[in-house]
């Protein structure tokens, strides 16, 4: 009887313990800084250091994007109904929709593979009922999408 008192004090001593380490962890909070998608001058060095918990809490900044890009394609292709978007790889893919004034139906793929700004990290590919679209209308999307992306970065150089 006496044995088993003294072994559920001692499973109890040590439950504590653990519970008790466990007290560290109380204050963790959501970082807002996980879920932007940074670029150009906002992005970290690689060279920052962290500890060993990092690869439990996830990384903080995985994207390789640039926002500018991300928000312009978004925005100059509003009218399509967007079907799947990871701003982790870059790629946003949409359904069928016909431009406003409009009479054939486009869908497109974009693909964002790099953190500058620059025609080189933007890629579009259209598509209509028919068929892939001629080059000269896939280039006048991507001229849109870049015109607007720099008008975005000179607004947000303003504030």
Not at 1 to 12: D, E, K, Q, V, W
Not at 91 to 114: K, N
Not at 133 to 159: G, M, S
Request: hydrophobic share 45%; aromatic share 6%.
């Amino acid at each position: 009887m006496t044995h088993s008192r003294i072994t559920l004090a001692a499973a109890a001593a040590a439950a504590l313990a653990i519970l008790g380490g466990c007290s560290a962890f109380q204050n963790a909070k959501l970082d807002p800084d996980a879920t932007s998608v940074k670029s150009g001058r906002e992005a970290r060095p690689s060279a920052e250091q962290g500890s060993i918990l990092d690869a439990f809490r996830g990384a903080k900044d995985t994207t390789k994007v640039n926002r500018f890009l991300w928000t312009a394609s978004l925005q100059v292709l509003d009218f399509l109904p967007v079907e799947a978007a990871d701003p982790f790889t870059g790629v946003i893919s949409t359904g069928y929709g016909t431009p406003p004034g409009g009479g054939q139906a486009y869908r497109a793929t974009i693909l964002i593979s790099d953190p500058a700004l620059d025609a080189r990290a933007l890629n579009v590919a259209l598509q209509s009922r028919r068929g892939p679209v001629d080059a000269a209308t896939e280039r006048a999307v991507e001229d849109a999408i870049l015109n607007r992306a720099r008008q975005l970065r000179i607004q947000a150089a303003r504030f």
